[in-house]
């Protein structure tokens, strides 16, 4: 029995019935809430809450709009209560007794006597309906049989509401990429279940953050068939396994699931033998010793495990999340040993705008239990291969030690953990003592044929599609720097959808350019704010020129009005007629004398994305309207050396300045212009792949747009410094909006491919 083989909805049953709606729910709480003069539950629930404050601070207490944090524990407590009737039934059907499954028997973390606050709020009643129900939701007169981690997740899931999970960090993985992940170690257990040459299996796993257990429940899969030939009985083989799979987390029913979950593992080796007794090395405490540090102990010895292999998922909560005691004990503890954040503010690494805390967790985790030469597999997000969040690990070195990025499989745009976690998820295999290498072997991992399922990694297998490729520095110099796919910057090249404008030319810039000192002497109806080279930078402006504009299209016939209406102007450039006849270019023979070209609707459209076309600087900024000190706000022209889009949606403007900003399109410039172009001409530009904002998924669109506009919103804060000054400076709140565009970016070209 294998958590593989059972029923996939078994979970789904488990909690339709037994779920936070139903009556068994609403019978344990009113009964737990109805006894505040019972010492036992109200001490239970003084006790855990205590725990949970001492253990992530005030994160569950500043939840909005959720119900009483007494009422949270009384979830806690019912599901602990399922999980117990859960463990009779197991103990029943295999014959054994589970030593020390309180959750904390090993760690003296919590001290709360579970079985006497169910004995105090649920009465005979309760426990056959809850007994019925469990035995009716498995299909099945043995319980046992039937439950597997995915569906003791799915019922923790149904009891725990959504917002308390996550304010925890709490995302459980499905078997199958817990199983991918196993896979991705150089172990003792591989996907056929042995090494060949592995014999009985020695090497020691432990899971630092296991939740249900589902890495756990794989690994014992693997352990059970590399011991079966073995020439062991089934106590050696016991004994084997629980000294090899080790299990951590500071949730108190998570400890309690993954407990469960590791005996029902055990199960097809238990039930046919003699064992009458099982120990389960997992363990309720911090495994990084930030906000607790416990003396853990197993089978009545101390245990301090050092091992060969880590794997798991780590809590995915960002920094701004985390309270504030345990910011200051992260910045106290292992930030400040391994050199987690080096600087201040805007400059640090941990806590920068939103990263989240999963690499610094995994940094902590192999400095505190990885062997010398051990290796990890850990599920994060996407988002760790670019931008600040993720520097540390692309450094490849943990402290003084080397600390390789051996592979990663990539789900791109694929919800391994279901709709609701919109993030981005891939595998990093890390590899200790091994010197830190380039470009990264990626498996990346596409939809297929069928809708894609990760119930199990032969359905991974079967519903998706794989690609071998790498990932590569975006700066060959800086091999921390953000990761794309070696091939993306071919992927970024295809159809323009958009007609690319030449900005304003007038071949005479001692006429239509304007000193302010001169202004007076013009009327401002026809003085716009103009753009040169230099004035464009990535998402801004840097300052603008003034220029006369006297058309709004060219060729226009407007000389009688512009001198009826705009004498003052007209005179201007009747003065200089002489000047303006020299002009050599033919398109400037059309219309009035003073005629310019590069001018129609477009260039008074309400958003432009513009970039120079000269030279190669691709910067790219969406622009409207400035207001200009003495000219009041007014639409910014593009000049000569420009080049821009024209649109009336800003959203679209954003979107595609996203695009055109994104490393990976960047680097498809670099490709295109290193073939023999020199400039970011209309030739060069149209070979890249900007599709219509329509004909790409609303939530695609809708992130690069507001990437772009939060770019747009942070430049102009550093722009009131000499030019050199500024391209001296990096901007470090730009640096996590530039990783979310690369990722979604590479989302989009993935889902072009298919």
Known sequence: MTGAEHAPDVGERLADRLGRGSDAHARYAAAARDRPDDGVVADAVAEWLAFV???????????????????????????????????????????VRVRDRAPGANSGALDVDLSAVHGAVVDDELRNRVDDALAAATGTGTVADAVDPDALRRLYESVVTRSV??????????????????????????ADGVDADAGVGGDTYLDPGCGSGAFLSVLIDRKLAATADAGLNARERLDRITD??????????????????????????????????????????DALGVTRDDDLSYRGEPFDPTVDHLVGNPPWITWSDLPDAVRTAWCDGPAERLDLAPG????????????????????????????????????????????????????????????QVRRVHDFADLRPFGDGVRAGAAIFALSAGEPASTP???????????????????????????????????????????????????????????????????????V???????????????????????????????????????????????????????????????????????????????????????????????????????????????????????????????????????????????????????????????????EGKSSLSKAVVSRLYLPDAEDVPDALVDRLADGSRRAHEIVPEHTDVSKREYNRTTIGALEPIRADVDAAVEELLARRDE
């Open 344 to 403: 201040d503010g805007a400059t640090s690494l941990l806590g920068h705008a939103n990263d989240d805390i999963s690499v610094p967790f995994v940094l902590t985790c192999a400095d505190r239990y990885l062997a010398p030469d051990g290796d990890a597999a850990f599920v994060l997000k996407r988002t760790i291969a670019k931008g600040p969040a993720g520097r540390r690990l692309r450094a490849q070195r943990l402290d003084d030690a080397p600390l």
């Open 53 to 95: 404050r001492r253990s992530h601070g005030d994160a569950v207490d500043s939840l909005p709009g959720e119900r009483s944090r007494e009422a949270l524990v009384r979830d806690w407590l019912y599901y602990d209560f399922l999980l117990e009737r859960l463990f009779v039934a197991v103990e029943r059907r295999l014959g």
């Open 512 to 674: 239509f350019e304007i000193d302010r000192s001169r202004l007076a002497d013009l009327e401002p109806d026809r003085v716009f704010p103009y753009l040169k080279s230099r004035h464009v930078v990535k998402y801004g402006l840097f300052g603008h020129d003034l220029r006369i504009v006297p058309q709004r299209k060219a060729g226009e016939d407007n000389e009688e009005r512009l001198e009826r209406e705009w004498p003052r102007t007209y005179e201007h450039l009747q003065e200089r007629r002489e000047r303006l006849e020299e002009r050599s270019s033919s398109w400037l023979d059309r219309g009035p004398f003073y005629s310019v070209f590069g001018l129609g609707e477009y260039t008074w459209a309400d958003y432009k994305v513009v970039w120079c076309r000269l030279g190669y600087k691709p910067h790219f900024a969406v622009v409207s309207t400035v207001e200009d000190e003495d000219l009041g706000e007014k639409p910014v022209v593009p000049g000569d050396h420009c080049m821009f889009v024209a649109t009336d949606d800003e959203r679209e403007a954003h979107f595609l300045c996203a695009l055109l900003n994104s490393s990976i399109y960047q680097r498809s410039l670099d490709d295109v212009v290193s």
């Open 440 to 510: 990264i072997p990626v498996t990346a991992w596409a939809r297929g044929d069928a809708a894609p399922e990760f119930s199990t990694r032969a359905a991974i297998d079967a519903t998706l599609a794989r690609e071998e490729t790498e990932f590569v520095p975006v700066d060959a110099d800086d091999p921390a720097s953000s990761w794309l796919r070696a091939d993306a910057d071919r992927r970024a090249l295809g159809e323009c959808a958009h007609e690319i404008r030449h900005g304003v030319k007038d071949d005479a810039r001692e």
């Open 165 to 190: 999970r996550l304010a925890l960090g709490e995302y459980y993985t499905p078997r199958g990429v817990a199983a991918l992940a196993v896979d991705a170690l150089e172990g003792d257990v591989g």
């Open 244 to 285: 090899a799979v080790v299990g951590i987390d500071l949730n108190p029913v998570a400890v309690r699931s993954a407990t469960l979950s590791y005996v029902l593992s055990l199960a097809p080796l238990l039930a046919p033998s003699d064992v009458d007794s099982v120990a389960v090395p997992v363990f309720l405490t």
